[in-house]
């Protein structure tokens, strides 16, 4: 018996949505991702080649669980984020039980990078850099503007939830964790409560879902964390010193200022931005990221997941507790 293969589902998939549509090729899974499959693939058309990425759920896996809002979910936020101008991929088939390839989603590829060693330090990257801050504070405005009424169902999260979802994640290593104990505590006497303003956030807005090009910012990816909430968390999240890569300089992707990412929100139309608030939401989400990386180590330890990969992220979890310990010094956010 034959096996059915990725690229055989495909091919049969577009043929029942892509009109004109010949075939596929160039069928490969890609690296990365940690919680979803992505595949890149060329759609054979009579206009000219159409390169693709297919989005999926792991093979075995169903429905979304935890903070992840669905890969259904998403590509509507997707499309709806396109239809407003934000840059985001073109969602081309949400997939059904009949294409046989499980839950997910089809979008055109885009030609980017999503490398931050790369993005920082290349020369193709040098003149779009001191201008990618101001774009991506534009970027934020336009998705925390998306009227709420058009977006899908989606969960709402509050600091509150999120500071005792921490704490239990952190009582569940069963291993002291001091400076972490130290974030919760400063977070629960900080957290400023309600905002003004309640609008989708996009939960992991930083480098590795940015598909950013020689002329600037190419395409927002990966929005399985969307929520609604603080718009402040987005602002706050692309600070955080983890995804400086090393720029620490920079306190924006490693590549701007906060002054600059305020500046491009405030321009297109986001509202005042409340530093405050972007440093509480900083903290928290130095912290978010110390605790995934201490779960990506629990796993690798405790399997079933042995790769190498989650061993390398679960001994970040240091640098993050540096990283709180000078986000809490005295001379706070000036120390970082």
Sequence with gaps: MVAITTQDLLAASIASWCDGATGVSEVARLSGGASQETWSFDIAHPDGVIGAILRRAPQGYGAASGRACGLVTEAALIRRAHQAGVPVPVVLHVLTEADGLG?????????????????????????????????????????????????????????????????????????????FQLALRWLRDHDPGAGERLTLVHGDFRHGNLMIGPDGMRAVLDWELAHLGDPMEDLGWICVNSWRFGEIDHPVGGFGSREELFAGYEMAGGGTVDPARVKF?????????????????????????????RAMIGRRSS????????????RGRDAG
């Design 103 to 179: 839950i997910g989603f089809i979008m055109k590829r885009i030609e980017g990078e999503t490398i931050p060693r790369k993005i920082l330090r290349d020369a193709p990257f040098a003149a779009i850099r001191p201008q990618l801050a101001r774009q991506l504070g534009g970027i934020l405005a336009g998705i925390h503007g998306l009227p709420l009424g058009q977006l899908p169902e989606l969960r709402r999260m509050t600091a509150a939830a999120e500071i005792d979802e921490l704490a239990r994640d952190i009582a569940g290593f069963n291993w002291p964790r001091p400076v």
């Design 281 to 309: 939401w900083e903290v928290m989400g130095t912290l978010r990221w110390g605790v995934m990386c201490c779960g990506m180590m629990q796993r690798f330890r405790d399997g079933p997941d042995h790769s190498m990969e």
């Design 319 to 330: 640098e993050t507790e540096i990283d709180l310990l000078r986000l809490l010094s005295p």
